[in-house]
């Protein structure tokens, strides 16, 4: 299912659901364009949908943030099937928890939303358990062991940017 959304203009607020009419009003995209990102998309999501499916992972949703370039091209803005943009599902267990009525096991960012509290900063335990999650939850879905990179932040930035600048 596509449902196309646009940011919302206040801070933390949430995107707001539109129509592709609405898209191509707007100026936002044509139509042709509209049907190569859903074509596009629809592929990206059913190629990862069919790797983590052997994985016992269920995708019940995901969303892509995409822009334009002054130019025009369509180009992604934001991380693509991840646990921030994404659900993700353990399939072993989904049938019985939501007959239960409980929450599916999920690797997504979820988790850290029901152990924070609203408007604080998390405690150092609840920064714990995410990174926890996070590294668990990359070891399920890659499957392969983290190892994490020990350069320091602002070096891994400028390395990675350099090297996406190369291959542009």
């Known amino acids: 299912m596509d449902t196309p959304s646009t940011k919302a203009s206040g801070e933390g607020e949430h995107d707001i659901s ?3 009419g609405y898209l191509y009003q707007q100026g936002i995209v044509l139509p042709y364009e509209y049907g190569k ?3 596009m998309t629809g592929a990206a999501y059913l190629h990862v949908q069919n790797l983590f499916e ?3 992972i269920i995708i019940p949703d995901t969303k892509f943030e995409l822009g334009k370039t002054k130019q ?3 180009i992604t803005i ?3 099937l991840t646990p921030d943009s994404s659900r993700f599902w353990e399939a072993k267990d989904y049938k019985k928890k939501m007959a239960d009525n409980e929450a599916p096991t999920s ?3 979820q988790f850290g939303r029901n152990i924070g509290t609203p408007g604080q900063p998390y405690t150092e ?3 714990f358990l995410i990174g926890c999650r996070y590294i668990e939850t990359y070891q399920k879905l890659m499957g392969k062991r983290f190892i994490p990179d020990k350069r320091p932040p602002l070096q891994r930035i400028i390395d990675d ?3 996406s600048l190369a291959q542009v």
């Open 72 to 74: 025009g091209t369509i």
């Open 54 to 56: 052997k994985k016992g």
């Open 107 to 109: 690797y997504s960012k």
């Open 125 to 127: 335990d609840e920064r």
């Open 78 to 80: 934001d991380e693509v």
């Open 18 to 20: 539109v129509s592709p």
């Open 161 to 163: 940017v350099r090297q």
């Open 37 to 39: 990102i859903a074509y």
